[in-house]
């Protein structure tokens, strides 16, 4: 696919997953979860992908293998600053940047290419794939402006009980206009709390520079789903099983 570049943020720690070894090379079915996203970028036809590792590196890189750019991201200080610690390659590049968590083992080359075209077809600063899940638990919440587009993303952990109620999420994946998220990006700033920098802020920040951020919307909940705990990767295989039964029959 012509004129498109992803970063694929592969660097965290998975604490929550307990276990000695990063979530991302969990198998589900014959692939590692990494490969999913990876898969999928390749598939679709993006020629340069960018995977951003940190914690246990070599392992992943090792699974994934050279047909990728690898940066590494030394101190895990959240999603923000792994991206921006790929934009270095980007700064000249002016075309559309996809932006993928390592644990998205639901969204397919065919689910990038829609995201793709309704951001070109609308030419917002961002698109973010969303879908609305009856259990929105820990997901990021969509907040949308009186013009139906994505005014910020709120996390759980700092949602008002109105917000909470809010059934729309954030996928984690983004089509992102190159140098429109390259000029917020160092505004970023770290959360009070966990001293991380989150991605998700970059989209207050484009509304605050009178940039539009959209959405595209899956009719499928499943697209959204990441993997964090034990519990999310036994629904994540639970979900495989389902969806490789009804493709075989």
Do not use: W
């Amino acid at each position: 696919m012509d004129n498109v570049k992803a970063v694929i943020l592969a660097a965290g720690e998975s604490k929550r997953m307990k276990s000695g070894l990063t979530k991302l090379l969990h198998r589900l079915g014959r692939k590692a979860l990494v490969e999913f996203p990876a898969g999928a970028c390749k598939e679709c036809g993006i020629k340069d992908v960018i995977v951003v590792v940190g914690y246990q590196a070599d392992r992943v890189i090792s699974v994934l293998g050279n047909s990728f750019t690898y940066i590494y991201q030394e101190k895990r200080l959240g999603t923000g600053d792994a991206l921006k610690k790929a934009l270095p390659l980007l700064k000249d590049f002016k075309g559309e940047l996809l932006v993928l968590p390592g644990d998205a083992p639901f969204v397919t080359a065919s689910v990038l290419k829609n995201l793709i075209a309704c951001h070109r077809k609308s030419k917002p600063a961002a698109t973010i794939l969303t879908a609305s899940i009856p259990d929105p638990s820990h997901y990021g919440r969509i907040i949308r402006n009186g013009y139906n587009q994505i005014k910020r993303i709120v996390e759980y952990k700092n949602a008002t009980g109105e917000e909470l109620g809010i059934k729309e999420v954030n996928s984690g994946v983004y089509c992102f206009d190159t140098q429109a998220v390259i000029s917020v990006i160092p505004e970023l700033q770290p959360n009070p709390v966990t001293g991380e920098y989150y991605l998700t802020d970059v989209v207050s920040l484009l509304n605050d520079k009178g940039y539009r951020v959209e959405a595209f919307f899956s009719k499928d909940p499943t697209i959204v789903l990441g993997v964090n705990t034990p519990e999310d990767f036994e629904t994540a295989i639970n979900i495989m099983r389902r969806k490789n039964k009804f493709l075989n029959g």
